[in-house]
């Protein structure tokens, strides 16, 4: 991702070691650094505070990720935040704690050492979270103590002494609402008095044994009776929604209409926003073809470029939808009582419950899902999981399956108004791919990922309302890296495929397809698809697609963009028959592909694994290429063996 | 540190029953839904160990075993102020001492 928004030059929001602020304190930009244990609101405090003026980064040689963002203050001067990994202590034991601990301690040479820190508390879990100031104070930085929720705090009867709290840890103490945006004021207050605080540290106080972890509660204990701490009374909503959600019968119920739903409305409420997209891109299209001058240009333009990119683009709708409701799932606390549900299922396919967040998360995309599996602990199982995730049905395969599925299975009913052909053939396939990972995950688990440790250990957070600021704020995300892969990688390919397909030139026109350079590449790999049913344009398009799965729609877009008169076919001709395309490119596509190859082509789809993005993330969270190339082969493998066989078994029956 | 007026003190339907499962009972693994109990002693690995007292399985403080999930699945157990699942297997290696003042406490 570039510029989340234009106008201001974003040089300076990631201090990294070549724009790094010089050292003395008044020159360079303050970095205020945000600490907090997980579900403690940090990351709704950090999105209040910066809004979309942020950015998600890695640190260099660890997968840990961190989020810096931009506050503007009231007296119109900025600070930088930096959201780091929740944690419960800065005991260096997993790796995101280890990055916790060194950038607070200024250990890291690429990362400045913060002026200040912001320690996010949820007040509504004191006894617990109040550990987590010891260690934080014993770093002798300016310390503002928040403790989040307040609303929940006193809709719960429960009570907390800010004053003779503020005293016993010497240091700003404030009770807010990250989520209602109550209590932000103070929050300015301290960020614009850090400047004047930065010559003066904090006076020392103190503090128990840090690595004794029952000394270090009982101090807070401590802590929380002089400042006449008062817990609230259990989360009864919690409670109550938990004996529906965890009963016995309406639970593993509930768990699986919860996951129906989600997929049944990806393609129901998508679908008319999609047509009309891509309608909009086919008549658009028609449009410039007759506004600009005859031209390769125009043909670039129109037939490479718009055509490519747009053809990728009409899955927008349908790709947030998905991460709307993962979003929802997530922030409602739901996803983890899921995971308790899915996790003796899991087991019995050597995973673990909290494999089945990622896993969820890959049905969207399964690169957020790799780094999703940092919740598990247990490396084997994380790798297994990792290994397995790209075989969930993601939505870069969407485009493939909806434009193949539209070009060859007829629209026809199997139960009723409940279910049609096509919608079956889309289920079949996110079985295939849900059951293949299943067996892969046994398979891997009780071969080279055998483990012994089967310990579990998931926090159940409290129900809560999802806000819409959040939930936005994640769409917003999710759009941006979506259009900015359809505006440089695809639209790269696009620009490639047109001019490989327009390459060499015959008296100075362009030659058929199967003579332009295009047109050879794919002849070549003929020999090795043609038992899969595909023939050399196809071809093309799969090695376009290793790149990403939906590059291929934007492939083929182009190649019969170049070979046919788009608006004879477009889709103001619209047949109405069963099973006759509705599209130019379907119709084109028809031509060209048994309804056989086309099965083996979505079976191909469901097992190999192309796309760089994913085997750049497997590389960056396993620390190597061994598991990245060890996974893209196996996948391979799937997806040839599986393909060949889907290709004959169609045949057979389909003659 | 759990106020009481929250909770319905109340007798389970075979109230005989899970007394002489509570008298024998020795880890969080074997103990009823809602039979407050003090963690003695966790006899797990070091890192799992600290984890789990990061996250309040602190030896000396109360414990409640809440709702089991679906099928045998995890359980969640009701530590200082939080909800944490753990499988049978975890709470088997959780050691608990009787509460002083326990006597069946189901929970709303």
Same mark, same amino acid.
């Given at each position: ?9 974003r ?23 945000? $600490?907090?244990p ?5 990351s709704?405090l950090f999105?209040?505070l ?18 810096m ?10 600070v ?6 929740g944690?419960?202590?800065l005991?260096?034991?997993a790796?995101?704690?280890?990055? !916790?601990?060194d950038?607070l301690k ?12 912001v ?7 004191l006894?617990r979270?109040?550990?987590?100031a ?9 310390t ?11 809709a719960?009867?429960g009570?907390?002494d800010?004053?003779?709290?503020q ?14 945006g109550t209590?932000?004021d ?7 008095g ?18 004794d972890?029952p ?14 701490y ?9 409670r109550r ?6 009963h ?19 393609f ?11 309608d909009? $891109?086919a ?10 001058p005859d031209?390769?240009?125009?043909s ?13 683009v009409?899955?927008?709708?349908q790709?947030?939808l998905?991460f709307?409701?993962i ?10 009582r899921?995971a308790?549900i899915a996790?003796?299922?899991m087991a019995?396919f050597?995973l673990?419950?909290k494999?089945?967040?990622p896993?969820l ?5 399964a690169?957020?899902?790799v780094?999703?599996?940092? $919740?598990?602990?247990n ?11 790209p075989?969930m ?13 539209a070009a ?8 009723g108004?409940?279910?049609?052909l096509?919608?079956a ?12 990972a ?19 250990i998931l926090?159940m957070?409290p ?14 995300d ?7 892969r ?6 790269l ?22 003579h ?5 590449i ?9 038992p899969?049913?595909f023939n050399?344009?196809?071809g093309?398009?799969l090695? !376009?697609?290793?790149a990403?799965?939906e ?7 182009t190649?019969y963009?170049v070979e046919?008169?788009?608006?004879a ?11 006759e395309?509705s599209h130019g ?6 031509q060209?592909?048994?309804?056989a ?6 079976v ?8 760089f993005?994913?085997?750049?993330v497997?590389?960056?969270e396993t ?5 990245p190339?060890?996974?893209f ?7 040839y063996?599986?393909?060949?066989l ?7 029956f389909?003659? | ?17 899970h ?12 103990l ?19 984890r ?6 602190v ?8 709702k ?5 699945g995890?359980r969640v ?5 939080s ?21 069946l406490?189901?929970?709303?």
């Amino acid at each position: 991702m570039s510029d989340c928004h234009g106008g201001t030059p974003r040089a300076g929001l990631l201090p990294n070691p070549s724009i790094r602020p010089p050292s003395a304190p008044h020159d360079r930009p303050i970095i205020v650094a945000i $600490v907090g244990p997980p579900n403690s609101g940090k990351s709704t405090l950090f999105n209040r505070l910066t809004g979309l003026r942020q950015k998600v980064a890695n640190f260099p040689g660890v997968t840990v990720e961190h989020r810096m963002g931009k506050a503007k203050l009231k007296d119109n001067h900025e600070v930088f935040l930096v959201d780091l990994p929740g944690v419960y202590s800065l005991h260096p034991r997993a790796e995101d704690e280890q990055v !916790t601990h060194d950038v607070l301690k200024g250990l890291r040479p690429d990362f400045p050492k913060p002026d200040a820190v912001v320690l996010i508390l949820d007040s509504t879990n004191l006894g617990r979270h109040l550990v987590l100031a010891a260690p934080i104070l014993d770093l002798g930085l300016p310390t503002l103590v928040l403790l989040n929720m307040a609303d929940d705090l006193a809709a719960r009867g429960g009570k907390v002494d800010i004053t003779a709290l503020q005293d016993e840890l010497n240091c700003n103490v404030a009770l807010i609402s990250a989520a209602k945006g109550t209590g932000i004021d103070r929050i300015q207050q301290f960020l614009i008095g850090t400047a004047v605080r930065l010559n003066s540290p904090p006076p020392r106080i103190e503090l128990p044994v840090l690595h004794d972890v029952p000394k270090c509660r009982q101090w807070a204990a401590t802590l929380g009776k002089r400042a006449s701490y008062r817990a609230p009374a259990p989360p009864l909503w919690t409670r109550r929604l938990d004996s529906v959600f965890l009963h016995p019968v309406a639970g593993p119920l509930i768990f699986l209409a919860v996951v129906m739903a989600v997929f049944q409305s990806i393609f129901s409420w998508a679908k008319p926003v999609m047509d009309g997209l891509q309608d909009a $891109v086919a008549s658009s299209g028609v449009w410039f073809t007759h506004v600009l001058p005859d031209s390769p240009w125009r043909s670039l333009l129109v037939d490479g470029v718009w055509k490519g990119v747009g053809s990728v683009v009409v899955f927008l709708p349908q790709i947030l939808l998905l991460f709307l409701f993962i979003g929802i799932l997530e922030d409602s606390g739901y996803l983890a009582r899921a995971a308790l549900i899915a996790d003796r299922t899991m087991a019995k396919f050597g995973l673990q419950g909290k494999s089945f967040i990622p896993l969820l998360s890959a049905y969207a995309c399964a690169v957020p899902a790799v780094m999703a599996t940092r $919740v598990i602990e247990n490396k084997r199982d994380r790798l297994a999981t990792i290994m397995i995730a790209p075989l969930m049905t993601c939505s870069a395969r969407l485009p493939v399956y909806t434009l193949l599925i539209a070009a060859f299975i007829p629209n026809r009913k199997l139960l009723g108004d409940f279910l049609s052909l096509p919608a079956a053939i889309m289920l079949g396939l996110y079985i295939l791919g849900f059951l293949t990972a299943v067996v892969i995950a046994r398979v891997l688990k009780s071969s080279i990922l055998k483990s012994r440790d089967t310990n579990f250990i998931l926090e159940m957070p409290p129900y809560r309302w999802p806000t819409v600021r959040s939930l936005s704020l994640r769409l917003v995300d999710r759009a941006k890296v979506f259009l900015h892969r359809a505006g440089t990688v695809i639209l790269l390919v696009a620009i490639c495929i047109w001019v490989l397909a327009h390459l060499p030139l015959h008296n100075g026109h362009a030659p058929d397809l199967e003579h332009s350079l295009a047109g050879s590449i794919g002849k070549t790999i003929e020999p090795a698809i043609k038992p899969l049913g595909f023939n050399w344009k196809i071809g093309i398009g799969l090695i !376009t697609s290793l790149a990403a799965r939906e590059v291929i729609v934007g492939t083929l877009g182009t190649i019969y963009g170049v070979e046919i008169d788009e608006p004879a076919v477009s889709s103001a001709a619209k047949t109405q028959a069963i099973g006759e395309p509705s599209h130019g490119l379907e119709a084109a596509i028809h031509q060209d592909l048994s309804t056989a190859g086309a099965i083996a082509l979505l079976v191909f789809f469901a097992y190999a694994l192309q796309c760089f993005s994913t085997l750049a993330v497997v590389k960056r969270e396993t620390g190597g290429w061994r598991w990245p190339l060890f996974q893209f082969s196996y996948m391979l493998a799937l997806a040839y063996s599986g393909s060949w066989l889907a290709f004959h078994i169609a045949s057979y029956f389909l003659h | 540190m759990i106020p009481k007026g929250s909770y319905i003190v109340t007798f389970r339907k075979k109230p005989v029953q899970h007394r002489a499962h509570h008298h024998h009972a020795r880890t969080l693994a074997e103990l009823p839904t809602g039979q407050r109990c003090i963690l003695d002693h966790l006899d797990l690995p070091e890192p799992i160990a600290r984890r789990l007292m990061e996250l309040g399985f602190v030896p000396g403080t109360e414990v409640v075993p809440g709702k089991r999930a679906p099928g045998g699945g995890p359980r969640v157990f009701r530590v200082d102020g939080s909800e944490v699942a753990l499988r049978h297997e975890t709470a088997a290696k959780l050691f608990i001492r009787r509460h002083p003042e326990s006597d069946l406490v189901v929970l709303s």
